[in-house]
């Protein structure tokens, strides 16, 4: 967060010695001090409204100025791509018009006289059709380079970033292989570092987390129908694990993928990156039960009123039925008279099904 910061304050102080430049260049009377403050308060000002402005606009600033610069460079390699078509074309063509002419150097000399006239207008040209093209097709176009891309794809392109949460939980290893993530998995070298950490921890339950995770993460990286690769942080990177996490979605256009809520919540910060909680992608998959349907479950305990039997389903759901106290230990069929949504989950309510 301060390696951001640090560079806008140095642009807004910037910004405040330019403006007293400036107005010591256009003023030559000694500067008071309400002038003076007048001139600061003005170049803060004026440095605060672009940082905000960068800030907001960051991402899409950052690709329109790239787009610009493939799009000039492409323009500048078409210039001389043509420039050397007409120089092969205008250098025989001398020299058979002017045989007297003598040497190759002379026929040579001719062409670049005649291509002085065309040259500003080729120029032109292939700027203009390099730089609209770009811009106009960037939505489309991935440079096969690592880390441009020019599309407006958001965090969908770039892959999901898996930090150490999810790894240690597990559930990714069961829910990868259905395809239903459709792009490539992201583990990070220092989230590895850090697993390895906890893999060789003096506390027990610290240790058995990290060799979890270590497991988890193997098991990915040998699954043959996953795309899943190990992304390595910059030399000398030594941010801690979320804000490299966070740092890294915005290079490489990537959502990040937890089971920490601080995290989602720190996440919403930074432009352009996407949270994927575990905890809510479960949730939503539950199975959705209402009135009427009819589930077979075990009951495992006697509720709160002596006729009522609990059960549990397979996501952990809670369900009382009423009537069900001499079916404990056994299976029931039961058939669903409603639902509670609670703090802890949701509960829902049944009777037994008569035969």
Not at 51 to 73: N, S, Y
Request: net charge neutral.
């Amino acid at each position: 967060m301060f390696g951001r910061l640090i560079p806008r304050v140095l642009f807004i102080a910037f910004m405040v010695l330019f403006s007293l430049y400036i107005y010591r260049m256009l003023n030559e009377d000694e500067m008071r001090f309400r002038q003076m403050i007048s001139v600061i308060a003005t170049g803060v000002g004026v440095g605060i409204a672009l940082v905000v402005w960068e800030w907001r606009f960051q991402r899409d600033l950052a690709r329109q100025l790239v787009a610009i610069l493939f799009g000039l460079t492409a323009g500048l390699f078409t210039t001389v791509v043509v420039a050397a078509i007409l120089m092969l074309v205008l250098v025989p063509y001398n020299i058979l018009q002017n045989p007297q002419a003598g040497t190759l150097e002379v026929a040579l000399f001719l062409a670049m006289w005649q291509m002085q006239f065309w040259l500003p207008l080729i120029l032109s040209a292939c700027l203009y059709i390099g730089v609209t093209v770009i811009l106009q097709t960037k939505d489309d176009f991935r440079f096969l380079i690592p880390y441009v891309d020019l599309s407006h794809r958001s965090a969908q392109s770039g892959g999901i970033l898996l930090d150490t949460s999810v790894l240690i939980d597990g559930r990714i290893v069961e829910m990868a292989p259905t395809g239903i993530f459709p792009n490539r998995l992201i583990i990070p070298d220092y989230v590895w570092r850090e697993l390895h950490r906890l893999s060789d921890s003096a506390d027990a339950e610290k240790r058995a987390r990290g060799r979890r995770g270590l497991d988890i993460a193997k098991k990915l990286t040998e699954n043959p129908r996953l795309n899943v690769i190990v992304h390595h942080a910059m030399p000398g990177q030594q941010t801690p694990v979320d804000e490299a996490l966070l740092q890294d979605a915005q290079t490489l256009s990537a959502r990040v993928m937890t089971t920490d809520y601080n995290l989602g919540k720190v996440g919403a910060l930074f432009a352009g990156v996407e949270i994927i909680n575990l905890n809510d992608l479960a949730k939503a998959l539950k199975p959705q039960y209402v009135g009427g349907e009819t589930l077979t479950i075990y009951l495992l305990k006697r509720g709160q009123n002596p006729d009522q039997g609990v059960g549990y389903l397979d996501d952990g759901t809670m369900v009382v039925v009423d009537g069900g106290a001499p079916s404990i230990g056994k299976r029931e069929t039961i058939q669903i008279t409603g639902n509670i949504q609670t703090a802890a989950g949701k509960m829902l309510f049944a009777v037994p099904v008569k035969e």
